[in-house]
């Protein structure tokens, strides 16, 4: 326990008892003088000695099994005018209770005046307009000179960012006002003089109050009880706390800190040049605006960026664009860039995908942006966006020429699991002058002596405007959508090449199709496809009895033809006949090319008067062919039979072959019919 700690400010007195709240083991050398009663000499006062009987045994019943007592306790001395107010709570194997006087000043009026302030507290809309409102409402309550609110950077710099002063009071018969502290609205302090014990202290104890810098301190009798007294109200400032807010100029100090949602927003200090007592209603008045400010802040803050985050999101149509009309990155890019970089408030975007760079605005060249890509992508493995200000001085970057940018904000866009692509947004060097209220360690001491009311003043160069935590989340949110709009493309470009493969694929199999079942040159059914049929009308028939019947036909004379008029003409003549007999049949007959000018002809459900009808007809049909360059009519010899039981393709085939050439024998252009099998 350091020194100080054994020491309280006067403004107070504190009783140490033992854990059982009976008795009272040491106590502040001006317990008698606060409280105007006589003690007895050399030895410690009984408890009900000091706080009456009832009072001492109500602070015993309700400490029972509790580590303080709900709220402060008022009570009354006889030899004084006023009340007091005791804080009771246990410290390591004590209990501690500290009283404190109460001033005349009415509560119930506090409280309507306090109650005033909250209301108007709860209307602020703006940050600003929410902690100007808060110091001058402390201010009037307190009356310090000076009441500021410093908040905390990210490296535990403060900046005041409101601050109230009083108004100008002067003695009668006085030219100079008193009680003149500057002001310090925009000044920095440095993170030096918030230590992390400080800071933490805050954390613990809210509320800091020193009536009197230079108050001479009262002790803790008898000396030897070892009491931590680190958690009161009372205990007297560390000598380099009281040696800071001398060189401040400050006398009475009160402080309370504004909890934020991620550790100490800041802290609101009220100074005063002169000493400056703070009745406890005040204190704990001031103590209820801050908390009440510090809630209303942090909503501000939440509904800020919540609604910077909507922006974000309102201009995250690409993945639902982009399933209907997929774009590619390119096309993305040149669309949205513009919208990226006022969302971002940055003066340059890339995108690299896939080794190609886009840009828009003020960006590196396109090799520069590939390099820092490389090696974004070797240190930074996780899927975080990655950022600097102060590109200069960022191993990664500080060796590239990025031109004037000083901050890069990179977000990963894993697109492809082998090679990520980024979305990059660039921010130029920033230029600022901060003014530091206390010497920071970064500016060296001024050349001149400066009066304690200046400023330090230091140039910061260097360093782009810093990428702010939901200006980092919002780029994550922009990098997924921006990921899952380049796949889309990228899949619907591979199904576009599926469909186009599938589509020949299927053309292919068609033509294979018309090869295996066709014949070339006339386009009806070739020989294996009319032999299949066959094969197939042989199985319905074995099984139904429904008879067929076979036709074998061939042009007469059909050498003549080529030898007098040419290949040409004959083939022409094979192609017309085998349209104008493909022609003429029923749906459900079938002709094929037998080969050469044969040709065959299955007819379905049909016997051998049908087929003998058919063949007839077929026979006149053909003699009505014209064919250019020819003038003699074309004929044709037709063998006809029908389906036999135990009849095989070859069997029909070989009757109706047999049939055809008694045809040709017997003068052509004629049908000739064979019933039964035939000798083997
Ligand atoms: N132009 C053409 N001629 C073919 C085709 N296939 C076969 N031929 C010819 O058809 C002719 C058939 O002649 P032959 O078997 O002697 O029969 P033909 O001259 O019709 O006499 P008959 O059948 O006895 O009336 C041959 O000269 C074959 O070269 C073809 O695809 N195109």
Redesign the pocket.
Known sequence: MSKHHSLLQSFGALLVLDADSRRIQAMSSNVAVLLGISLPNGRLPTLSSVLGKRLGQRVRYELQGQQRLPGPLTFKCPARPNRFQLHAYRAGSHVLIEIEPLHTLGKQRLLGTVNERLMRLAEATHQEELLDYLVIAVQQLTGHDRVSVCHFDSDWHGIIVAGSLATERALPGAELPVGRLPDLLGQRFPAKDFPIALRRSYERHPVRLIQDVMAPCEHLLPKEVAVDVSDCFLRAPAPERQQYLQRLGVRGALSVAMQGDAGLWGLLFCHSASAHPVTPPVRDAVRTLVQMATQRLLLLRARQEARYLQRVQDSLVLSTNNRLKPQGPYQLFTEHADTWRSLFRANGVALWVKGSVYQSGNTPKPEVISQLVTRIEKAHVHSGPWCTQETAKEPLTSSLDLLEQSGVLAVPLPTDPTQRGWLMFFRPEQVETLYWAMQPSSVPLPPMMMSPSDAWCEEVTGKSEAWQRVERLAAMDLGEDLTLAISAYEISTLNMHLERERKALAEANQRLKQLAHFDP?TQVWNRYRIEQAIDAELVAAKRYGAAFSVLLF???????I??TLG??V??DV?ISLARLVEGSLRGCDHLGRWG??EFVVLATHSNMEAAEGLAERLRGLVATLEVNGLVQPITV?IGVTVWQPDDSCKTIIARADAAMYRA?RNG?NRVEITKKALQE
């Not at 061939?554 to 003549?560: G, S, Y």
């Open positions: 040159l061939d042009v007469d004379h059909f050498k003549q080529n030898d290949h040409s004959g083939d094979l050469g000018e010899s040709k052509r």
